[in-house]
């Protein structure tokens, strides 16, 4: 991944929003299709008839090898759990993470729930991290460098009582899926790019009840609670112009969340 950020026009952007639309219907059917007794292959499928009916394309699979549209985690999998034969049931913490590519441009979110009935402690915790996406969007709206965001997610989870996954972190996000700027979770010493029209950002809180340590399994993908505490991840991808922020990944540019902090999208 190169240094150097990508900064797009408005009519890219709106290119990124038709791939971010085509996402948010893949997680829409990935969510409906996650019952108890389906598979994580099932939740996978589900995403890729998405996909593939819009004539848009993955930029999962096949990434690094990946074997997958959607990376699907369960439980203590934080990130990257990598979709097969595992039965989903009553209690299970779910985080699918999908991706799409429209005209060369991509699209990237992912979402956290509960199957049937998840403790109370679970239940916050998806909440949180939920919530925690929405602050940082919040600041970007209004943010004068990155680390303002990293603050603004960092206070939801101080405030829940919960831990940001260590060395994980959002991204920018273009030409290709995984592009310079890091965003960071939590705050971090030193100099941080400055918020600038043209960019658009992967903003992903990964919080965990335990204590953000995490090992990968050896799948070489799969990332995991080190304490084997539950995890939850939300993402959206949001482009800032000169106008303001519209969330890519919502077909409502995230109108409903936004107007809790004060801040209206619109659209490039």
Same mark, same amino acid.
């Given at each position: 991944?190169?240094?150097?950020?990508?900064?797009?026009?408005?009519?890219?952007?709106?290119?990124?929003?038709?791939?971010?639309?085509?996402?948010?219907?893949?997680?829409?059917?990935?969510?409906?299709?996650?019952?108890?007794?389906?598979?994580?292959?099932?939740?996978?499928?589900?995403?890729?008839?998405?996909?593939?009916?819009?004539?848009?394309?993955?930029?999962?699979?096949?990434?690094?090898?990946?074997?997958?549209?959607? *990376?699907?985690?369960?439980?203590?999998?934080? @990130?990257? +759990?990598?979709?097969?034969? !595992? /039965? $989903?049931? %009553?209690?299970?913490? #779910?985080?699918?993470?999908?991706?799409?590519?429209?005209?060369?441009?991509?699209?990237?979110?992912?979402?956290?729930?509960?199957?049937?009935?998840?403790?109370?402690?679970?239940?916050?915790?998806?909440?949180?991290?939920?919530?925690?996406?929405?602050?940082?969007?919040?600041?970007?709206?209004?943010?004068?460098?990155?680390?303002?965001?990293?603050?603004?997610?960092?206070?939801?989870?101080?405030?829940?009582?919960?831990?940001?996954?260590?060395?994980?972190?959002?991204?920018?996000?273009?030409?290709?899926?995984?592009?310079?700027?890091?965003?960071?979770?939590?705050?971090?010493?030193?100099?941080?790019?400055?918020?600038?029209?043209?960019? *658009?950002?992967?903003?992903?809180?990964?919080? @965990?009840? +335990?204590?953000?340590?995490? !090992? /990968? $399994?050896? %799948?070489?993908?799969? #990332?995991?609670?080190?304490?084997?505490?539950?995890?939850?991840?939300?993402?959206?991808?949001?482009?800032?112009?000169?106008?303001?922020?519209?969330?890519?990944?919502?077909?409502?540019?995230?109108?409903?969340?936004?107007?809790?902090?004060?801040?209206?999208?619109?659209?490039?």
């Amino acid at each position: 991944m190169t240094d150097r950020i990508e900064y797009k026009t408005r009519e890219q952007m709106r290119v990124m929003a038709r791939a971010g639309v085509v996402v948010e219907r893949a997680l829409a059917a990935a969510r409906a299709t996650a019952v108890p007794g389906a598979t994580t292959r099932d939740v996978d499928a589900a995403a890729a008839a998405v996909i593939a009916d819009a004539g848009a394309t993955s930029n999962f699979f096949g990434y690094h090898g990946f074997p997958a549209t959607t *990376c699907i985690s369960v439980n203590d999998e934080i @990130v990257h +759990g990598i979709p097969g034969d !595992r /039965v $989903l049931k %009553d209690g299970d913490v #779910v985080s699918v993470d999908c991706g799409a590519i429209v005209e060369g441009w991509h699209g990237d979110s992912a979402i956290s729930f509960g199957i049937g009935e998840i403790t109370a402690q679970e239940s916050a915790l998806v909440a949180a991290t939920r919530a925690a996406l929405w602050a940082g969007i919040a600041a970007l709206a209004h943010a004068r460098r990155l680390d303002e965001v990293s603050a603004a997610i960092e206070d939801v989870a101080d405030a829940a009582g919960v831990h940001p996954l260590e060395g994980y972190v959002g991204h920018g996000i273009g030409t290709a899926m995984h592009q310079a700027p890091d965003v960071m979770n939590y705050r971090t010493r030193g100099r941080h790019p400055r918020v600038k029209p043209g960019m *658009c950002l992967a903003l992903e809180p990964m919080f @965990v009840l +335990g204590t953000g340590d995490s !090992r /990968v $399994l050896e %799948d070489d993908w799969t #990332v995991v609670s080190a304490d084997g505490s539950r995890a939850a991840h939300w993402e959206h991808s949001v482009a800032v112009h000169e106008d303001g922020i519209w969330v890519l990944t919502a077909s409502d540019g995230g109108a409903a969340d936004l107007g809790a902090y004060g801040v209206v999208p619109v659209a490039p």
